[in-house]
């Protein structure tokens, strides 16, 4: 009971959970509005259920931020509050800004994807067993497809002591091939560090530098970093290491990757991420078209260019290629330091999604992909031509309000642009927003309908509010705000 109430207690302060820009895509369509508004109530309800210390989303939609939240804390103790714009790690969702230079490198004449790495690398060497075979290009690199061992030959997930560029390219030389170049897919923080070594040779430039102002800087990503200075440090949300069983976290203190940078260094926030999010889902008619990245170019990093064996998805360049309800989406993830983060696309929908969390048991996928159903199905709804538009009597806004029965369950009334429903925050909660959905048919007067047949009726008081709600044969009692 007292973990029931206190998740009643935490939602009765929720904010606000939308506010629609002026002349922006929400103040237009209400049915996303919707979508949010019950997406919302879920992350909530997960938050504070599986007691994650902080989660951040944003909900991009061609070139607009149309919506983004924190929710819970960027540091418990001092209780400071997650917002879109608290820095975080983004870990390997590195690995995509890196391809992005590679491309932008290879569009200036500077590199081509099948070059040998050692063209760029003549230092580089591995041991093969594999007599026939070929040499390893940026092209096997960008798509894990080059046999590389998963790291390079230090221990730094152990002692976080990450070696430096000319450390990791020399020990490669007592390192051994796992497969022969392009047989078979296996991920690879080396060979995404070997990437970065290569964007420092061909740019003339380190990679701190080239990512700052090839892609931050025009972006407007002004708040992100590849490592960031110490004194910045200090702004980042506090990494909680997993939930011990009596409830206790311990932090993760920040440490850097070094000459591994471009496999998982960078830090930002949805606020900015969703710059980068935007450029992905640019057409090619944007009179930015080019300033970063061409939209033919990103287009190309968006297909598949190999194909798991399994046959369930694939690799673009840099990106993880997926189908999912008949579109194809482009990802990836991250995970560093007990921050992780997923970026989400469907670029022929123009949808995508950022979630960040600072828990290293918390997946932010779960959000991620919630989100790409819920509100991508409300934005794709939106597009379509509606011809016959349900009827909903604005006066039923008198029924919102969060209910309870007598021992702890809570449920909120909420009025949808086309429909009247009841949410059941469930414990633990559903796996997805739409779960704890019932939709409530009008009959007459206060009496509704549920689509199982039975029925819901408000018992009004004399001053024209809900005294109670009868479901079925039991009742429903507001809580009071």
Do not use: C
Not at 183 to 205: F, H, M, P, Q, R
Not at 400 to 412: A, F, K, N, R, T
């Amino acid at each position: 009971m007292r973990g029931r109430a206190f998740v009643l207690l935490a939602l009765l302060f929720l904010g606000p959970p939308l506010v629609a820009q002026d002349g922006g895509f929400l103040e237009q369509h209400q049915e996303v509005r919707d979508a949010i508004t019950l997406l919302d109530l879920w992350i909530e309800e997960q938050r504070l259920y599986h007691q994650i210390p902080g989660i951040a989303i944003g909900i991009v939609y061609d070139q607009e931020l149309i919506w983004s939240r924190g929710y819970g804390f960027s540091d418990l103790g001092t209780r400071t509050p997650m917002t879109p714009t608290t820095l975080l790690r983004i870990g390997s969702v590195t690995k995509v800004f890196t391809a992005t230079a590679i491309l932008q490198l290879r569009d200036q004449g500077k590199l081509a994807l099948d070059d040998p790495v050692t063209r760029h690398l003549p230092e580089f060497e591995i041991q093969s067993p594999f007599s026939d075979a070929p040499e390893i290009t940026i092209w096997h690199l960008l798509t894990h497809t080059a046999g590389l061992p998963r790291e390079a030959a230090f221990p730094y997930w152990t002692d976080h002591e990450f070696p430096t560029r000319d450390e990791v390219v020399a020990a490669a030389a007592n390192q051994t091939q796992i497969y022969s170049p392009g047989t078979e897919y296996k991920y690879s923080n080396l060979g995404v560090s070997l990437l970065g070594a290569i964007i420092e040779e061909a740019s003339g430039k380190s990679y701190r530098e080239f990512i700052d102002s090839s892609i931050f800087t025009p972006l407007g990503m002004d708040h992100s970093s590849v490592d960031p200075p110490e004194d910045a440090v200090d702004e980042l949300a506090t990494a909680y290491m997993r939930r011990r069983s009596d409830g206790s976290r311990q932090t993760m203190d920040y440490y850097e990757t070094r000459g591994m940078a471009s496999m998982g260094s960078i830090v930002s926030s949805v606020e900015d991420l969703a710059r980068f999010v935007a450029l992905n889902l640019r057409h090619g008619n944007s009179t930015a078209d080019g300033e970063v990245l061409r939209t033919s170019t990103m287009r190309e990093m968006h297909r598949p260019h190999w194909v798991y064996s399994s046959w369930s998805g694939g690799m673009g360049l840099g990106f993880r290629i997926a189908p999912r309800n008949g579109l194809t989406t482009a990802s990836h993830g991250g995970w560093i330091g007990d921050h992780r983060s997923h970026l989400l696309l469907i670029p022929e929908s123009q949808v995508g999604v950022v979630a960040m969390v600072n828990a290293g048991d918390v997946s932010p996928y779960v959000f991620s992909y919630e989100a790409l159903g819920l509100v991508g199905s409300a934005i794709e709804a939106s597009t379509r031509v509606v011809e016959e538009v349900p009827v909903v009597d604005p006066s039923w806004k008198k029924y919102s309000g969060l209910y309870s029965d007598p021992w702890g369950w809570e449920y909120q009334v909420l009025l949808l642009s086309d429909r009247l429903i009841l949410y059941s925050h469930d414990y633990p909660p559903g796996e997805s927003a739409d779960e704890g959905v019932t939709p409530l048919q009008h009959v007459e007067g206060d009496t509704f309908r549920m689509p199982e047949g039975e029925l819901v009726v408000f018992e009004m008081n004399d001053k024209g509010g809900v005294e109670r709600i009868r479901r079925r044969y039991d009742y429903l009692y507001q809580v009071a705000r």
